[in-house]
T-cell receptor
Framework: EAQVTQNPRYLITVTGKKLTVTCSQNMNHEYMSWYRQDPGLGLRQIYYSMNVEVTDKGDVPEGYKVSRKEKRNFPLILESPSPNQTSLYFC???????????FGQGTRLTVV | QKEVEQNSGPLSVPEGAIASLNCTYSDRGSQSFFWYRQYSGKSPELIMFIYSNGDKEDGRFTAQLNKASQYVSLLIRDSQPSDSATYLCAVNQDTGNQFYFGTGTSLTVIP
């Protein structure tokens, strides 16, 4: 089954404790992205990747890091999480740059 | 200025009616336009995409694009209670993989 898998689905952590949210897709897509979704602000793109070792900043990259060492994986790293990073996070992949995005199930992160 | 704007609603329509959802965007260079549906607590799923001016129909859904007015809409005919969700408009400017989403319109279809 074609899918984008994120882990964990739910995470509560403390300020400053480094964390990684994993994302994996099995569709051999070139393009992958991370979004955060906040009430009233909608989905905002954090980072995107056009291929292995090629990443670029989206709209709200501050406080986040990404890496793309393999085509299927695109982890999101929060080196020092802060409460304003409490949000619902989605990973997405697409076959082309402007093509349909397939979303993962979401990760609800709470930073206390 | 927001890149993509939608009326947040809520929009309520009776079952069987036509639901009309609207979206405007600010960048004239935008090339690709998408409508996603998101049920509460779930991830967005694609309903329609449109690249050219005019109408595009897929079953009960019609997407309309007017690049001169920087306007894209989604019509849902014969609305069903299962269509009750938040509808997200998304725009791609063909500069890499950068997408801009609206804040979504909440639709409720009343049985």
């Amino acid at each position: 089954e074609a899918q984008v898998t994120q882990n964990p689905r739910y995470l509560i952590t403390v300020t400053g404790k480094k964390l990684t949210v994993t994302c994996s897709q099995n569709m051999n897509h070139e393009y992958m992205s991370w979004y955060r979704q906040d009430p009233g602000l909608g989905l905002r793109q954090i980072y995107y990747s056009m291929n292995v070792e090629v990443t670029d900043k989206g709209d709200v990259p501050e406080g986040y890091k990404v890496s793309r060492k393999e085509k299927r994986n695109f982890p999101l790293i929060l080196e020092s999480p802060s409460p304003n990073q409490t949000s619902l996070y989605f990973c997405a992949s697409s076959f082309t740059a402007a093509g349909e995005a397939f979303f993962g199930q979401g990760t609800r992160l709470t930073v206390v | 200025q927001k890149e993509v704007e939608q009326n947040s609603g809520p929009l309520s329509v009776p079952e069987g009616a036509i639901a009309s959802l609207n979206c405007t965007y600010s960048d004239r260079g935008s090339q690709s336009f998408f409508w996603y549906r998101q049920y509460s607590g779930k991830s967005p799923e694609l309903i329609m995409f449109i690249y050219s001016n005019g109408d595009k129909e897929d079953g009960r859904f019609t997407a309309q694009l007017n690049k001169a007015s920087q306007y894209v809409s989604l019509l849902i005919r014969d609305s069903q209670p299962s269509d009750s969700a938040t509808y997200l408009c998304a725009v791609n400017q063909d500069t890499g993989n950068q997408f801009y989403f609206g804040t979504g319109t909440s639709l409720t279809v009343i049985p």
